[in-house]
């Protein structure tokens, strides 16, 4: 056979000018054994349509191995099982347990774990008040005290002029 006329069959295939008759021609000739070592890598292509009709997986006694194989397995019978209402609700428990335990701790974190911790509002009005014991204490001297002294008694809020 020619093989130019293959290969401008070939040519006129990848362009989709070809008609059924000269693709059956094309078919034909690459269902042959003894093809070009440069065409074979188009024999997959052609046979194709020919491999597929050999291979049928719907055949007339198709029907009958599906039902064969269906009465192959062993018939299995399953029973209902009962739920209680204690299991249904299980799962609302175990949501409201976690919720309770979230809650609890978020409030434990705002309070405090140390003992020495002091309330802020005292700390504020700690900063801004002073002790009176004596008549020499100054503005100015007041100013530097950040401590309260243990045996004071009067507590007063100072206030300092400044420039």
Known sequence: MDYKY??????????AET???????LRAFFSQKDIPADLEQYRALFTYEAKEKET????EDFDARILAMIEEEPQTTVKAREI?????LMPLFKAAAVVAIILTIG???QRPWDASWNDP???Y??????SVDSADVTPMQAENI??????????????????
């Open 84 to 88: 209680s209402m204690k299991q249904r």
């Open 56 to 59: 049928r997986l719907l055949d």
């Open 19 to 25: 008609t059924l008759e000269e693709e059956g021609i």
């Open 146 to 163: 950040t401590e309260m002294p243990a045996d004071s008694a009067k507590v007063m809020p100072t206030t300092v002029a400044k420039d």
């Open 107 to 109: 409030g434990a974190m």
């Open 6 to 15: 293959i290969e401008q069959l070939l040519d006129r295939y990848w362009t």
């Open 121 to 123: 509002r005292v700390e």
């Open 125 to 130: 009005a700690n900063s801004y008040a002073v």
